[in-house]
Nanobody, 123 residues
Framework: QVQLVESGGGLVQAGGSLRLSCAAS????????MGWFRQAPGKERDFVAA???????AYADSLKGRFTISRDNAKNTVYLQMNSLKPEDTALYYC?????????????????WGQGTQVTVSS
């Protein structure tokens, strides 16, 4: 069982930055692939980024260059650095965990989810 708690969301002006954190419980965190997804009101939950145990990462094409995912296995934490934020980045951001070694981009592949942290970007 893995429990995930996101933090770091908030209100930011367009062009600004935020760093989201996701703290995970459990001794097997280091072996999990971790992902970030986001969901805007009235829209589906979309893939943002994911990282596997060895640090290999994948990103949504539209977010490459602005968002960076990283992890600190010693702290059981995964991060999402978001730069040059745009109003369309406004959403509830979720952290998710998958026990496999690959880098899933589908939400269906993830077994554990956090409650989400709200990111609002004003124009």
């Amino acid at each position: 069982q893995v429990q995930l708690v996101e933090s770091g969301g908030g209100l930011v002006q367009a062009g600004g930055s935020l760093r989201l954190s996701c703290a995970a419980s459990g001794r097997t965190f280091a072996s999990y692939a971790m992902g970030w997804f986001r969901q805007a009101p009235g829209k589906e939950r979309d893939f943002v980024a994911a990282i596997n145990w060895s640090g290999n990462a994948a990103y949504a094409d539209s977010l490459k260059g602005r968002f960076t995912i990283s992890r600190d296995n010693a702290k059981n934490t995964v991060y999402l650095q978001m730069n040059s934020l745009k109003p369309e980045d406004t959403a509830l951001y979720y952290c998710a965990a998958n026990p496999g070694g690959w880098i899933p981009t589908s939400s269906l592949a993830y077994d554990y989810w956090g409650q989400g942290t709200q990111v609002t970007v004003s124009s």
